[in-house]
């Protein structure tokens, strides 16, 4: 509810008692047009922990001057080159690398090719000349009891209209008989810590990552599919294996193990730096790169930015960390789930983002509790209504954390009542706390 009020009494000492009041309408008597007082005012009590502007374009925000951009470009480019020489066929040499698929005895998986719409017949062939021009797939005519059958999954734009097609192997018969492979994935938001302190960053994106790896020999018939009464084998590992991400992430942490300024997540490499040392850092990743064989996809990097797009967040120089705006263009529209289905998935969008947007799984607290339940139509109330809505104006609300700065004093802020304890952990810079975490719990009844 807004009031305007004729006077406010003690608005000069606020600032010195470090409270900020927002919102409030007032006017001092003779001062009619005081406009811009109350941008001063406002001014001073800035909330470092919401983006109302969005003023940088991620992945579209080059840093520093047009000349140190040129500059940077230079230096980097005959790496570049070196890298894109890698020739056709060429797969990663790091000895973790190659993909085995141990099997039982006698076992094997079978399946005839599904059935493919007519019209997406140009676009299929189309990609098994790739492979076989890249080396990935090669002709098999041995016998074999494995066949697994090509699926076409769609490609959609940014307006939910399907553009083309992926094509992928079926190898769920494949998954089904190895055994797992258990590294570690790295942590997102270990991720954003160790960005931390990185005025530029540059992404760069792996070309055919996975294909990148090769299938040990002695396994590659077990990836055979077929296609116009020919068989053919998949040399690279294709996308689907359960065991790759795990193999890919412990190749990456082997191959920069040196390097404390990148950080990966499969086939994303993220740099971090200074204008000082950055273009010398990323010099250094894709030599190292190029060394094992591992091809970039030039058109799908972004180099020496202020802010870019990484896992369904903006990561900005000042280690700001924000959701991605374009996973939520159509949160307006998004339905009330009516089965539990529905409910889970809901909840697995809250639960990626619940480290960087505060007490989201608080609030959605309520609606979680009908992730098992059968009936969710019947059983929905205005308590979840209500959460749903609040849930949707969270996620609107350009709210940001920081990341830690260790070279920093932290400040921990505490509060309780009969009813639940919180605290918030900061930074203080200049007159504004930069958040990093938030926490908060009921209390019990024996503690209230």
Known sequence: MTQEFDVLLGADVLGKMNIGLTGVAYKYPGNEDDYSNRLKEDAQFLNMNFDANNEIEPNNSPYGTEDQQKQFMAYIQNAIDD?????????????????????????????????????????????????????IIKENRANTSFNSPLLMVPKKDENNEITSHRVCLDVRGINKLIPDVVYPVPKIRSIFDNLAGGEVFTKIDLKNAYNS??????????????????????????????????????????????????????????????ADNHASNVKKVIERLTSVNLKINVKKCSWYQRSIYLLGF?????????????????IDSWPIPRNKKEVMRLMGIVSYMRDFIPLISRVAAPIDRLRNDPDVQNNWTQEHTDAFIALKEILKS??????????????????????????????????????INYAINQTSPTLA
């Open 83 to 135: 890298n894109q020489n890698i020739s056709a066929g060429s797969f990663c040499t790091v000895p973790e690398s190659v993909v085995e698929l141990p099997m039982e005895k006698g076992a094997k998986s079978f399946k005839r090719q599904y059935p493919i719409a007519h019209r997406q017949m140009p676009e299929l062939e189309e990609q098994i000349n790739e492979w076989l021009k890249a080396g």
């Open 314 to 330: 903006v990561v900005e120089s000042g280690g700001i960390i924000k959701v991605d705006p374009r996973r939520l263009t159509n």
């Open 398 to 435: 350009k709210t940001l954390l920081h990341t830690p700065d260790l070279s920093k004093k932290f400040y921990v802020a505490t509060d309780a009542s009969q009813y639940g304890v919180g605290a918030v952990l900061t930074h203080v810079i200049g007159r504004h706390n930069k958040i």
């Open 213 to 274: 790896f090769l299938v040990a020999p002695k396994d590659q018939h077990k990836l055979s599919f077929q296609f116009k009464n020919r068989t053919y084998t998949f040399q690279g590992c294709c996308f689907g294996l359960k065991t790759v991400t795990a193999i890919f992430c412990k190749v990456m942490k082997i191959l920069f193990a040196d390097m404390d300024f990148i950080e990966t997540y499969v086939d994303d490499c993220v740099i971090k730096g200074t």
